[in-house]
C-alpha cells in the first residue's frame, strides 16, 4: 500500500504558484520524499526529491515539514503543460533495487 | 525523451493471441521495471529486474512471462489474456537500488486492448 496520502484533485490559475500537498506520516528516518507526474497516456516523469531539507530545481520546489511528516511540491508559475496527476512517493529501499510504490496521486488542472 | 522507449505503442490483441512486449533503455541503468495501469487506477508494480535476475514478481498471473536477455533489454511476453488485462503497461529503469539516490525513468509505455 501507498504510505501517502494526497487531496484527489486541485484546480490552479495560469502563472499562478500551484502548492500541492501530501502526508506521510509514518516515514522511516531514512525514508525519502519523491515527486513523479504523470501527463494524460504518458509515463511518469521525476520531478523532485528530498530527505529533510527543502529542495529546489528547475521544475518545482519541495518544502518538506520539519517532522517529516507531510511536505508540498511548489510549481511557481504553472503553465497549461503542467496539467497532470502528481504523485508523492516515499521511496521504499528494497534490497539492490528501488521499489516504489504509486498512490492515485493528484490530479492538478492548471486553468486559463 | 527519457532515454527508455517502448514498442509498440499501441496493441490489440484477442485473447487467444501470442505477443511480446519490447523496452530498451539507453542509459546504461542495471535495473528494469514492468508496471500496469489500468483506467483510474494507480500504477502496480509487476516484475522487477536487477543486472538480469529477476528480483520481484509482484503476484503477477502466469500469462504474463517476462525476460530480460541483459541489462538494455526487458520483454513482457503475453499469451491468453482476458479483456481485464487491458491497460497502459509501462516500463521502467533505474541505476540500482540500495542507499544509492537514483530515480526510475519511465517510457511512453504500451496501450495494451484484449479484446
Known amino acids: 500500500d501507498a504510505k501517502t496520502t494526497q487531496p484527489p484533485s486541485m484546480d490552479c490559475a495560469e502563472g499562478r504558484a500551484a502548492n500541492l500537498p501530501c502526508n506521510h506520516s509514518t516515514i522511516s528516518g531514512n525514508e525519502y520524499v519523491y515527486w513523479y507526474r504523470q501527463i494524460h497516456s504518458q509515463g511518469p516523469q521525476y520531478i523532485i526529491h528530498g530527505l529533510k531539507n527543502n529542495e529546489t530545481n528547475e521544475m518545482a520546489s519541495l518544502i518538506i515539514t520539519e517532522d517529516r511528516k507531510s511536505s508540498t511540491l511548489i510549481l511557481p508559475h504553472a503553465t497549461l503543460r503542467d496539467t497532470a496527476v502528481y504523485y508523492c512517493?516515499?521511496?521504499?529501499?528494497?534490497?539492490?533495487?528501488?521499489?516504489?510504490?504509486f498512490g492515485p496521486g493528484t490530479s492538478l488542472s492548471v486553468i486559463p | 525523451e527519457t532515454g527508455v522507449t517502448q514498442t509498440p505503442r499501441h496493441l490489440v490483441m484477442g485473447m487467444t493471441n501470442k505477443k511480446s512486449l519490447k523496452c530498451e533503455q539507453h542509459l546504461g541503468h542495471n535495473a528494469m521495471y514492468w508496471y500496469k495501469q489500468s483506467a483510474k487506477k494507480p500504477l502496480e508494480l509487476m516484475f522487477v529486474?536487477?543486472?538480469?535476475?529477476?528480483?520481484e514478481n509482484n503476484s503477477v498471473p502466469s500469462r504474463f512471462s517476462p525476460e530480460c536477455p541483459n541489462s538494455s533489454h526487458l520483454f513482457l511476453h503475453l499469451h491468453t489474456l482476458q479483456p481485464e488485462d487491458s491497460a497502459l503497461y509501462l516500463c521502467a529503469s533505474s541505476q540500482g537500488g540500495g542507499d544509492r539516490l537514483e530515480t526510475q525513468y519511465f517510457g511512453p509505455g504500451t496501450r495494451l486492448l484484449v479484446l
Open positions: 512517493i516515499v521511496r521504499v529501499e528494497g534490497i539492490a533495487y528501488d521499489k516504489v510504490i
Open positions: 529486474y536487477n543486472f538480469k535476475e529477476q528480483t
